[in-house]
């Protein structure tokens, strides 16, 4: 039985073998440069994924909360990283989970560092998190006195293990001057590498963005990355230039409820709950919610001429189509959407449809 | 124990107070001009909140999916009305439904009509949606041609009743002339009625859009109404002038996890994944994810000098803070977030939290 014969509503399709190009391309890239690979799994969010990547031979992981850690405990990870600033508030639940599984933390105050000192029970690693420029998150990185307060809070606990700085250049999604971001990743790792190695000689420096992973060839003397959204990609990162349309891992099934011929638009179930809400504008200033494909029984085709959704709401979404996909689409089909931001999307569907009908894993949500 | 000792992670607050005056406001509008409110369930998706709605008079309820009716299905619902265009695929599981719970669908073409004339087991209702300038979806209201085809396709099976004509005029949302609106709303159900009423005696007519039904004085002769929003409102409809801040009845709770007193910012725990990316922007062009609550003992307490989200990613939020909040936050505290789209950020989260520490229960995503 095809994978098509098993949907009747909004599905998350994802193409097993793309995933493995996508996967096995970062890792051969992280070995050429002589880095150590940890992916971000915010995006798969699934131990099926995850044994995939071990094919790659990826052995540590990165997470974005201590409830995804929890998910991927125990799956044999030989370290899990949870990449954000640590929650003082999930102490407790930090504790119960250092005790049988590798886990390493980030941190960006004394305040927290000084708890975790205090109220570890097992040991945790640490990353310091640097801000270069991006200004979302992180110590800046000429705030030695920050940096250094940190490490001063940590050292009383033999508990508290610190790893190395972690950057996370998340303004590569936006900065036009791609190679402007690199370098100051590059520089500002290097800086601090350069300035503590002798006090911590295994101190390791970690990037994380996929468009940089993606694009980057010089890394300096960078020794790990953790890029997440590379293992599905989406139209966001075709748009910076991180990938083909051809690479996008992930697409969203949509049942057709609808066409209007006249106006070019097909109405599909399938919107903001499934999809999420973000959006490429276009030249022209018209959004654009997702692109569409064809689904066939191995997988989807990227049509030669473009239809998108146009417009989405809670629950529905308004295709803009092509002469073509209108002179062949009826109520009742199945088209596919490649989504805009595919972590976003999904987290949003919280599993998803193999393209050989095989159900794949994906953690609850919050 | 308070329910905020039981908050370590982004947790969807409830204020039932405030959600029991909302359900009761309109409930005793909807009386005052003699119309039923069957209210539009996609906002709270709980059964908690729909026993609540019952002690208000409300017997009918809407949904947006099959999947949703299967989640009210069997909970004493006079009826549950499916405010989505039908979707074919879903005959079986409609089937399935209609066998023990009264069902109504909306159909928007003939194609759909013909298909459950010929497959419907079970007596369904019918709306025909109808669109009178939103542009999203239904027939178009001077389609005779269009409409007449469905009533004629439906007649030929004993099972799909015509109820009337369905309505969203979802434009309110953002045309300025919100009076030229519901006047085209009036006239579009109105003249339909008059058109159809003597070969359909009982047929009605229902419209839906929360920022109408809070502000229109003059229903016309609409018979029936179903808003989703106004059980909880949100700082969209606020920006609208449906609701006051007060009348927000849901709030996100965020732990903070850094403090940049120099920026006037705050990292907080509570992002895309927890409230959705909807956003308001200001009239100076900044951007606003959601505004800051003082969480209290019995609830929140809207600030005076105002703080909110100006950037949220996946899991971050950044809050552009107040100096008042400044002078009071701390490293491990609890805020709250009134959010852009409560419809959204309830089904991101997928449960609520009373203010009394109940658990509320909201239906699985997608």
């Not at 540590?60 to 899990?80: D, P, R």
């Not at 310091?128 to 200004?135: F, K, M, Q, R, S």
């Not at 970690?206 to 940089?212: A, F, I, K, Q, S």
């Not at 966001?236 to 638009?265: R, T």
Request: hydrophobic content about 40%; aromatic content about 8%.
């Amino acid at each position: 039985m095809s994978y098509l014969d098993q949907i009747t509503s909004p599905t998350l399709l994802l193409d097993e073998r793309i995933c493995r190009i996508n996967l096995q391309k970062m890792a051969e890239k992280a070995k050429r440069h002589g880095l150590n690979l940890v992916p971000h799994f915010k995006t798969a969010q699934s131990h099926i994924v995850g044994e995939w990547a071990k094919e790659y031979g990826i052995k540590e992981i990165t997470v974005s909360s201590i409830k995804m850690a929890e998910y991927f405990c125990g799956q044999g990870w030989e370290n899990i990283h949870i990449a954000f600033p640590f929650n003082p508030l999930e102490t407790k639940k930090l504790n119960d989970l250092a005790k049988n599984q590798s886990i390493s933390v980030q941190l960006i105050n004394e305040e927290v560092t000084k708890k975790l000192a205090a109220e570890l029970e097992f040991p945790v690693g640490f990353f310091i998190e640097i801000d270069a420029g991006y200004g979302r998150t992180g110590v800046e990185v000429s705030d030695f006195g920050m940096i250094e307060s940190i490490m001063r809070a940590a050292k009383v606990s033999g508990k508290l293990k610190f790893k190395g700085f972690y950057l996370h250049a998340g303004h590569t999604y936006y900065e036009p001057d791609k190679n402007a971001v690199y370098e100051q990743t590059r520089a500002a790792l290097s800086m601090l590498k350069n300035k503590y190695i002798t006090e911590y000689p295994q101190l390791i420096t970690r990037t994380g963005d996929t468009p940089g992973c993606s694009v980057m060839e010089d890394f300096g003397d960078i020794d790990e990355i953790g890029p997440g959204n590379f293992v599905f990609f989406d139209m966001m990162q075709v748009n910076l230039g991180s990938c083909k349309m051809d690479d996008i891992a992930v697409a969203l099934a949509v049942p057709v409820v609808d066409i209007k011929k006249d106006k070019k638009e097909i109405l599909v179930h399938g919107g903001g709950v499934h999809l999420s809400k973000d959006v490429l504008t276009e030249l022209d200033g018209s959004k654009n919610f997702g692109e569409v494909v064809y689904l066939k029984e191995n997988g989807w085709e990227i049509p030669l001429q473009r239809s998108y959704l146009k417009s989405i709401s809670q629950e529905h979404g308004i295709i803009k189509a092509s002469d073509d996909l209108l002179s062949k689409v009826k109520i009742g089909d199945i088209l596919g959407i490649l989504p805009i931001h595919s972590c976003m999307t999904a987290d949003c569907m919280g599993s998803y449809l193999g393209i050989n009908g095989q159900q794949i894993d994906h953690a609850e949500g919050d």
